[in-house]
C-alpha cells in the first residue's frame, strides 16, 4: 500500500492563478480531509468528505473548493492564489469518522506526505 | 483562546534523557487524546492514542491524560537522537478534532 499520496510536492504560483493539489489514498478509507498546516499555528482543516459525492466545509474553506468523485481521489482547488494561501497543505484519510465517537485505531488519520506552496 | 494549547519549543535534550511534551485544552467535551509524530517535511503519523483519563504505555513512549487538570503529556525515555521530531498533541469528541501547534524535540548524540 501506498497510503496517501500528494501530488506535487513543491509549487510556487502566482497571485490570482489557480491549481488543484491531488491526493489519492489506496486504503479504501471512507472519509478524507484537507489541511493547511502554518508555522506556529497548527493542522486547520480546510475541506473532508464522508464519502464519495460527500463534502463538507472545514474551519478554513474559503478560497478553496474540493470533489470527491471517487473513494480513492479527493482534489483541492485553490482558485484565485493569494499570498495568504502559502502553506503546507496535508491530505488525510480515516476509515472512520475523526472527532465522533473513537472505537479503535481505524479512526485514526493518515497523512500525505504534503504539498508547499508559495504565492508570490 | 485555542482550544489545545502546545509550547513550540524548541526542546533540547541529550541522547538518553527523559523527554516530558505537554499539551493543555479547553474543551471538556473532548475525550480522546491522541500524540501524532512529524519529522521534516513529512506528514504526520499517529504515535500513540488514549481515551479520557489515564496512562498509556507503549514501548519507550507513555501518554498520560489528567482530565481533572486539562492537561495532555506525552513522555518518551531513553530519548533517541531518531525521536527528534514536531509532537502534534491532538483532542477529539462531538465531531471535532483539533491539533496543537506542535513541540520541536531536539535530541542530541
Known amino acids: 500500500n501506498a497510503g496517501v499520496t500528494q501530488t506535487p510536492k513543491f509549487r510556487i504560483l502566482k497571485i490570482g492563478q489557480s491549481m488543484t493539489l491531488q491526493c489519492t489514498q489506496d486504503m479504501n478509507h471512507n472519509y478524507m480531509y484537507w489541511y493547511r498546516q502554518d508555522p506556529g499555528m497548527g493542522l486547520k482543516l480546510i475541506y473532508y468528505s464522508v464519502g464519495a459525492g460527500i463534502t463538507d466545509k472545514g474551519e478554513v474553506p474559503n478560497g478553496y473548493n474540493v470533489s470527491r468523485s471517487t473513494t480513492e481521489d479527493f482534489p483541492l482547488r485553490l482558485e484565485l492564489a493569494a499570498p495568504s494561501q502559502t502553506s503546507v497543505y496535508f491530505c488525510?484519510?480515516?476509515?472512520?469518522?475523526?472527532?465522533?465517537?473513537?472505537?479503535?485505531?481505524?479512526?485514526?488519520?493518515?497523512f500525505g506526505p504534503g504539498t508547499r506552496l508559495t504565492v508570490l | 483562546q485555542k482550544e489545545v494549547e502546545q509550547d513550540p519549543g524548541p526542546l533540547s535534550v541529550p541522547e538518553g534523557a527523559i523527554v516530558s511534551l505537554n499539551c493543555t485544552y479547553s474543551?471538556?467535551?473532548?475525550?480522546?487524546f491522541m500524540w501524532y509524530r512529524q519529522y521534516s517535511r513529512k506528514g504526520p503519523e499517529l504515535l500513540m492514542y488514549t481515551y479520557s483519563s489515564g496512562n498509556k504505555e507503549d514501548g519507550r513512549f507513555t501518554a498520560q491524560v489528567d482530565k481533572s487538570s486539562k492537561y495532555i503529556s506525552l513522555f518518551i525515555r531513553d530519548s533517541q537522537p531518531s525521536d527528534s521530531a514536531t509532537y502534534l498533541c491532538?483532542?477529539?469528541?462531538?465531531?471535532?478534532?483539533?491539533f496543537g501547534t506542535g513541540t520541536r524535540l531536539l535530541v542530541s548524540p
Open positions: 474543551n471538556s467535551a473532548f475525550q480522546y
Open positions: 488525510a484519510s480515516s476509515a472512520r469518522a475523526s472527532g465522533g465517537t473513537w472505537v479503535s485505531s481505524t479512526d485514526t488519520q493518515y
Open positions: 491532538a483532542a477529539a469528541g462531538f465531531q471535532k478534532l483539533v
